[in-house]
């Protein structure tokens, strides 16, 4: 690959690439924060940890909403739908600030945080940014503006833990509004003047019903949306359960801790190493691969072998597919399908891997009340992840009828 005009897609679209950075920031940085808020609210209010936990339901509301997102996107255009998180989200950390006590109240501003980082502020929407300004180096930018969450989150942590140590967990909330009004207000004026992605008028008309048929029929799309579905079970485990599953090993809780932060690098190097190889490589491959590597993961984790390398690397595995998916999806969706489909198709796509969650964390809480331990849990999550990754082979190298193309800006 000559690595001028690569380099050089860089210097050219740099505003689209700050803002989709600058959007994922500000839309999605609460995921890597509100562990910081939890035993506040529960110590101030009372709650049970049986009661707490509840709050994972919250992302069945993304498996309904990110589809309909998606294809709101498609037909007007991904300011808008910004915009409406950039307002939105505010006002749920405000709305969180301002609770007194009612957990049904919490539950449904939680609802309304889950819809705005997982549709109107997250990959389906600032994605576009990418995938329509860059062609060769789109594997690389879509890593690049996943990870700015991640590393946002690494500087942002310690100093909100001090802020909420030192004033409290209202105005925690409070500077969370003011924080990611201004970073999303930020997204919304660095997005390229030139940059117009709504549909033409003549594409208006269009029905819903005709594309979803079309998609349901699509070879391609059924083995991405099944991939997804069976590569995700385990999502909640590793957000929630990680450390305590190497404890249960007989990893003591400082190098547990360890292993931890190994999970949030394999994140990152994630989105790097899967970003470069999709731009070199096959992405059938570079996807089977790339959830290949977590999947020996969880082996590792079933098998309970208390070794301290080999569980590390099972821990950064997890982080790598967390890091990898996104872009995975993203990619594979420019290439098998219409520039204007892409985000009704990345919304689907995207609910398969909520749907998958939930039915994780229904599973994980049944295995581990019959067993008393996470191995079955594991050995499931292994097993789905391994055929999840061979049925990304059964893409065929070039779509039919619909050629490796750039997606030009639709303006």
């Given at each position: 690959?000559?690595?001028?005009?690569?380099?050089?897609?860089?210097?050219?679209?740099?505003?689209?690439?700050?803002?989709?950075?600058?959007?994922?920031?500000?839309?999605?940085?609460?995921?890597?924060?509100?562990?910081?808020?939890?035993?506040?609210?529960?110590?101030?209010?009372?709650?049970?940890?049986?009661?707490?936990?509840?709050?994972?339901?919250?992302?069945?509301?993304?498996?309904?909403?990110?589809?309909?997102?998606?294809?709101?996107?498609?037909?007007?255009?991904?300011?808008?739908?910004?915009?409406?998180?950039?307002?939105?989200?505010?006002?749920?950390?405000?709305?969180?600030?301002?609770?007194?006590?009612?957990?049904?109240?919490?539950?449904?501003?939680?609802?309304?945080?889950?819809?705005?980082?997982?549709?109107?502020?997250?990959?389906?929407?600032?994605?576009?940014?990418?995938?329509?300004?860059?062609?060769?180096a789109r594997g690389l930018a879509l890593g690049v503006a996943s990870c700015a969450p991640a590393l946002a989150a690494a500087v942002g942590t310690p100093l909100l833990s001090r802020f909420i140590d030192a004033y409290g967990w209202r105005e925690g909330?409070?500077?969370?509004?003011?924080?990611?009004?201004?970073?999303?207000?930020?997204?919304?004026?660095?997005?390229?003047?030139?940059?117009?992605?709504?549909?033409?008028?003549?594409?208006?008309?269009?029905?819903?019903?005709?594309?979803?048929?079309?998609?349901?029929?699509?070879?391609?799309?059924?083995?991405?949306?099944?991939?997804?579905?069976?590569?995700?079970?385990?999502?909640?485990?590793?957000?929630?359960?990680?450390?305590?599953?190497?404890?249960?090993?007989?990893?003591?809780?400082?190098?547990?801790?360890?292993?931890?932060?190994?999970?949030?690098?394999?994140?990152?190097?994630?989105?790097?190493?899967?970003?470069?190889?999709l731009d070199r490589f096959p992405p059938r491959f570079v996807a089977t691969v790339c959830f290949l590597i977590p999947a020996l993961g969880l082996a590792l984790l079933s098998a309970g072998i208390p070794s301290v390398p080999l569980l590390t690397f099972a821990v950064a595995s997890l982080g790598f597919s967390l890091g990898a998916e996104g872009d995975i999806a993203a990619y594979l969706v420019t290439r098998y399908?219409?520039?204007?489909?892409?985000?009704?198709?990345?919304?689907?796509?995207?609910?398969?891997?909520?749907?998958?969650?939930?039915?994780?964390?229904?599973?994980?809480?049944?295995?581990?009340?019959?067993?008393?331990?996470?191995?079955?849990?594991?050995?499931?999550?292994?097993?789905?992840?391994?055929?999840?990754?061979?049925?990304?082979?059964?893409?065929?190298?070039?779509?039919?009828?619909?050629?490796?193309?750039?997606?030009?800006?639709?303006?």
């Amino acid at each position: 690959m000559n690595d001028a005009p690569y380099l050089r897609e860089f210097a050219s679209n740099w505003r689209a690439l700050a803002a989709a950075c600058l959007g994922l920031v500000a839309g999605t940085i609460s995921n890597y924060v509100s562990n910081l808020f939890s035993p506040q609210l529960v110590a101030a209010f009372g709650w049970s940890k049986a009661q707490f936990a509840l709050i994972g339901l919250t992302v069945a509301i993304a498996a309904v909403f990110l589809p309909i997102v998606g294809r709101l996107a498609d037909r007007h255009g991904m300011r808008r739908i910004a915009a409406i998180g950039v307002v939105g989200l505010p006002l749920v950390f405000v709305g969180l600030g301002l609770q007194q006590g009612s957990f049904a109240v919490f539950f449904l501003l939680s609802l309304g945080q889950m819809l705005i980082i997982s549709a109107l502020a997250g990959i389906v929407v600032y994605n576009r940014l990418i995938v329509r300004s860059f062609t060769r180096a789109r594997g690389l930018a879509l890593g690049v503006a996943s990870c700015a969450p991640a590393l946002a989150a690494a500087v942002g942590t310690p100093l909100l833990s001090r802020f909420i140590d030192a004033y409290g967990w209202r105005e925690g909330y409070f500077l969370m509004a003011a924080a990611t009004a201004l970073i999303g207000g930020a997204a919304l004026a660095m997005i390229p003047a030139g940059f117009h992605d709504r549909a033409p008028p003549a594409q208006a008309p269009r029905a819903a019903g005709r594309d979803y048929g079309e998609l349901l029929r699509d070879r391609s799309f059924l083995i991405i949306f099944g991939a997804m579905l069976l590569c995700n079970l385990h999502f909640t485990m590793q957000t929630t359960q990680l450390k305590l599953i190497v404890l249960d090993l007989g990893i003591d809780s400082a190098t547990g801790s360890a292993m931890i932060s190994s999970f949030a690098a394999g994140v990152i190097v994630g989105r790097i190493a899967c970003g470069l190889a999709l731009d070199r490589f096959p992405p059938r491959f570079v996807a089977t691969v790339c959830f290949l590597i977590p999947a020996l993961g969880l082996a590792l984790l079933s098998a309970g072998i208390p070794s301290v390398p080999l569980l590390t690397f099972a821990v950064a595995s997890l982080g790598f597919s967390l890091g990898a998916e996104g872009d995975i999806a993203a990619y594979l969706v420019t290439r098998y399908f219409a520039a204007e489909l892409f985000s009704t198709v990345l919304g689907l796509v995207a609910a398969a891997m909520a749907v998958s969650a939930l039915v994780g964390s229904l599973v994980l809480s049944r295995t581990v009340a019959m067993t008393g331990g996470y191995g079955l849990f594991l050995t499931i999550s292994a097993t789905t992840m391994l055929l999840g990754s061979l049925l990304f082979l059964a893409l065929r190298g070039k779509p039919p009828g619909a050629p490796h193309r750039p997606l030009a800006n639709a303006g």
